[in-house]
């Protein structure tokens, strides 16, 4: 089946869909993006990503050009375009096309606005949940504003790629010896039942899964230390795991090639993978 996306207000076939060699996000990645899952057809957490996008735009002097509503009726014309049942969707504007000028074009210059999704069958069930993620350690080489969601991806698709080479799933980034995050996804260590993730800062992505996730181990009585911890501190965890729209919450059991705690799944990854799975099927839209 040819997926069908959306582009700047027209619901197209993937391969009909076509943007400038003058937009700006081609040229010079000034673009901001959002990824939202699906379960059981419905979207997770779409409120939080629309709060994100806004404030994304916002920092960057973009205007939205598409209201919530709007945004809200787009993402579910695709799930259902698509017979998306399990996936993920994927949203970017760009400050759209103009002459090649490092200068910001005229504020009414039109944004360029995409939409396509991925279908993930099976995507709460992700058998890496059983057995956990092998991780390694760059240096984090991304520019100061990572609470910005743009789609200037490269450092983390190197470190993608570093993780590849070193036969693990994935990089944490670490700079000054405290650990940012993971190349997509939040990073989080337990150690004593307390669970450990860098504060809220210019240097991490806010992610929407962190927000939740730490939500529900507050209702569940765990306790949460938003704070900056060392690479050595991750090493010497109980169990550590990462949070994100695609992987949920996912165990980390392996870092620099040496085991995490008792290098299993830990018990308080696996709780919180389930309450956040189970609430926010409950919860989406
Ligand atoms: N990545 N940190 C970074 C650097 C990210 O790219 C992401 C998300 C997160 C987690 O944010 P959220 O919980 O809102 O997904 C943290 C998405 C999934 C991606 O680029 O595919």
Request: aromatic residues 8%.
């Amino acid at each position: 089946m040819t997926r069908t996306v959306y582009l700047n207000g027209a619901y197209l076939p993937e391969d009909q869909a076509k943007v400038s060699i003058f937009d700006r996000g081609f040229l010079f990645a000034d673009g901001v993006y959002e990824v939202t899952s699906v379960l059981g057809g419905k979207l997770l957490d779409f409120e939080g990503h629309a709060v994100r996008l806004q404030r994304s735009l916002s920092e960057l002097e973009i205007t939205n050009p598409i209201s919530k509503d709007d945004l809200l009726e787009v993402h579910r014309e695709l799930v259902r375009l698509n017979e998306i049942d399990d996936g993920l969707i994927y949203l970017q504007i760009t400050r759209g096309a103009a002459d090649r000028d490092f200068a910001y074009p005229p504020a009414d210059t039109p944004c360029t606005i995409v939409l396509f999704t991925q279908a993930k069958p099976g995507l709460a069930e992700n058998p890496m949940a059983q057995t956990g993620l092998k991780v390694i350690s760059i240096e984090d080489q991304r520019w100061g504003r990572r609470d910005i969601k743009t789609v200037q991806l490269l450092y983390p698709s190197m470190g993608k790629m570093m993780a590849k080479a070193a036969g693990a799933h994935d990089a944490w980034m670490v700079e000054d010896g405290f650990v940012t995050e993971g190349t997509s996804n939040n990073a989080y260590i337990v150690k004593n039942g307390k669970i450990i993730t860098r504060h809220l800062g210019h240097e991490i992505l806010h992610g929407i899964t962190r927000a939740a996730v730490l939500r529900f181990a507050r209702e569940a009585q765990m306790e949460v230390e938003e704070r900056a911890f060392t690479l050595d501190e991750a090493k010497d965890a109980d169990e550590a795991f990462i949070t994100s729209a695609s992987m949920f919450v996912m165990p980390v059991v392996e870092l620099d090639g040496a085991p995490i705690g008792t290098g299993k799944v830990g018990q308080v990854a696996s709780r919180l993978r389930e309450i956040y799975v189970d609430e926010s099927r409950k919860a989406a839209i």
